[in-house]
């Protein structure tokens, strides 16, 4: 079984730059490829980016060029880092692992999930 817990999120302004963390603990780190999704009110949860053990990546097309993906398997972490924020970009954030090294893109196909932080863009 294995646990994973958001930090990092908070409010900011637009253009500003934030980072998110996903700590993994109760399995093999190495063993998972972890996301990030984000789910803003009234809308579905949107796959963010992806990362496998090799350091594989993979993006949404609304945050290439601005988000970047990182993970330190000696730390068992994985980051998310977010510049030019914007408004759109408001929404409870989440970390996800799906065995393997294959990177999902939807939900479904990950295996744990963690409780989600919260990130607002606004002036």
């Known amino acids: 079984q294995v646990q994973l817990v958001e930090s990092g999120g908070g409010l900011v302004q637009p253009g500003d730059s934030l980072r998110v963390s996903c700590a993994a603990s109760g399995g093999t780190f190495s063993n998972y490829a972890m996301g990030w999704f984000r789910q803003a009110p009234g809308k579905e949860r949107e796959f963010v980016a992806g990362i496998n053990y090799r350091g594989r990546t993979y993006y949404g097309d609304s945050v290439k060029g601005r988000f970047t993906i990182s993970r330190d398997n000696a730390k068992n972490t994985v980051y998310l880092q977010m510049n030019s924020l914007k408004p759109e970009d408001t929404a409870v954030y989440y970390c996800?692992?799906?065995?393997?090294?294959?990177?999902?893109?939807?939900?479904?196909?990950?295996?744990?999930w963690g409780q989600g932080t919260q990130v607002t863009v606004s002036s």
């Open positions: 996800a692992a799906n065995h393997g090294s294959f990177i999902p893109s939807t939900p479904n196909e990950y295996d744990y």
